[in-house]
């Protein structure tokens, strides 16, 4: 026993312990097992007063477990300082305890106590494994478990915060960007400003808020929408804003008059990557703008310069011929399309697959055809058409060309085979024979918009529409103000077109029988099921206002099939799952839209009640404006009805009922 001295716990070397020092270690835990079991008798521990609140050792552990029974070492605790006598040379620390000598440990308390001071339970109990101290709960003197509290947010990857906030708008980041410092940097990151659309806000949004967003975002920006912001009227700001923005991809300036030229022409050198370009209404657009566009934008895709008044169609010739990928040209209300150069320029790059070319009055017979078919083609003996190949226009706008005749447009027969959607309006020298070879030969076409073309007949949609190749695929048609259409050319078409989605007919003479032809094809062509809770939506649009052979029976019968329940015998009932939409006589559209509302909530009982005290209210008027015998009787019969229709709607009418009922019972008294 006198052999055996504990290592110096100043030396920090492992003690490598010779193999003839191997008994002794053996008599030495036999040693410690043995005094273990005496200090923890059952008999020792109620002997003596309570430990001070003060110790560190305030447990329940018993003095062997705190002291003797640890197998790691003293040199893995701190240095400090330890309660005097705890490890004193055979005195135990509880009075009338009995004495323990250990002579082989004398002076051990001057060796260990800059090692063993301010040693917790947990780290002496060799069973358990210590926690962090910012996640190790606490104990308070109550005996209460306190947990320290837990920053999520701050322990969370930037990664994943930045994530999380790519879910909010950006009228929702800027509100919580004022709760602290950390949201603010993390919501004016750049990365989540990679798509910037101000379309929802740009009347509430401060000019010093929209530069410093931008400028926050800098070279992250993509995609940049900021039209009508005409707060950036500074030449200043706008400098500070296309400077940052380097990496557009899409750029829509729509409306902003402000822009200086020099600003906009910085905004286009610094972006060679850009692919679609919106500059409707900007007065800053010029010719030297386009010419700057075609050196400075190869990948250019999409260009709209609608109603740019200071520039001409020779900027667009320098737009086709510097921009190889050009593939969408929109110049409405641009002067100078009836030079043949330019005209000629779109005929040889033959890449366009949307034209629009609206309100261009400049535009003749001569420049189109040039457009279409180059200025001196062949032309075949056999068909009598020029020999080119075919365009590759898939949508075309001429409308308000007033110039372009038959002979014109005429050209686009057997030469547009992909034309998806064509629009005439207000090109009202054409007629049939315009409209025929475009029809006969546009199999994909989907949308057509004639309106305002009075020289158009019903042939021409009973004979042609109606049996042309596009006619399943057609789900756009327009014929409003077409005077001279009326049931006979409607009716094959709302047969044989299955696929419509809305259909414009306002001020053209077609009658209830056109709108019941059209419910029966939205009843051919959907489906119905048997789940009450499954809510119907709006497959066809009819606007028939200012037609004056439709009547109210049309109209019901519209109503009519949108409330429908079928019930057989032995299945069960059956409900719509497509309606059909109406815009018809002012008169009547309050009650319409309040039908087609119940409908659309699946309130098919309250609709069908609605459209027959609407359909009486209907019937009583007539009667009441029909002369002869019993007129007050009908008189009477159509003021019940009416009393009835404004209980049902909840209208003034219901007040004016219950006035006059009052004044009633006042005459009686």
Known sequence: MADITPPDPIDESPVVTPLENRPKEKRRQRLLQGMQRMSSSPSLAQIGRSRSSSSPYASRGSLSCVSLAATPSFMQYPSGSVTPGYFSNGQSSFPGSPTVEFPAFEGIETRTARKVANVSTTHLNPTTVSLPADVAATRSRSGTVRKLPFDFWAKMPDEIRVHILTYLRPKELIRISRVSKDFHKFCFDGQLWTHFDATEFYMEIPAEALAKIIVSAGPFVKDLNIRGCLQIEHYKRAEVVVTACKNLINATLEGCRNFQRSTLHSLIRTNEKLANLNLTSMTAVTNSTCKIISQHCPQLETLNVSWCKHMDARGIKMVVNGCPRLRDIRAGEVKGFNNLGVAEAIFTTNNLERLVLSGCADLDDEAFGAMIHGSRPEIDILTDRPIVPPRKLRHLDLSRCSQLTNQAVGMLGHLVPDLEGLQLNGCTSLTDSA???????APRLSHLELEELSELTNDLFSEHLAKAP???????????????????????????????????????????????????MVRSRSTRTSTRSSLPRIGLKLIVYDCQMVTWTGIREILSWNAEIRQRSESAATYPTEIIGLKCFYGWQQTVEQ????VLKGEFTAATRLERKWADYMQAVEEAGAGGAGSRRRRRRAREAQLLHADEEGGAAAGRRRARTVAAACVVM
Not at 489 to 503: D, E, F, Q, T, W
Not at 595 to 598: C, E, L, V
């Open 435 to 441: 409209i025929q070879p475009i029809l006969a030969s």
């Open 595 to 598: 039908h087609t509302q119940r």
């Open 470 to 520: 596009c006619a399943p695929k057609l789900e756009h048609l327009s014929v409003s103000y077409c005077e001279n259409i009326s049931d006979i050319g409607m009716l094959p078409v709302m047969k044989n077109c299955v696929s419509l989605k809305s259909v414009d007919m306002d001020n053209t003479r077609i009658g209830d029988l056109v709108l019941t032809e059209a419910a029966a």
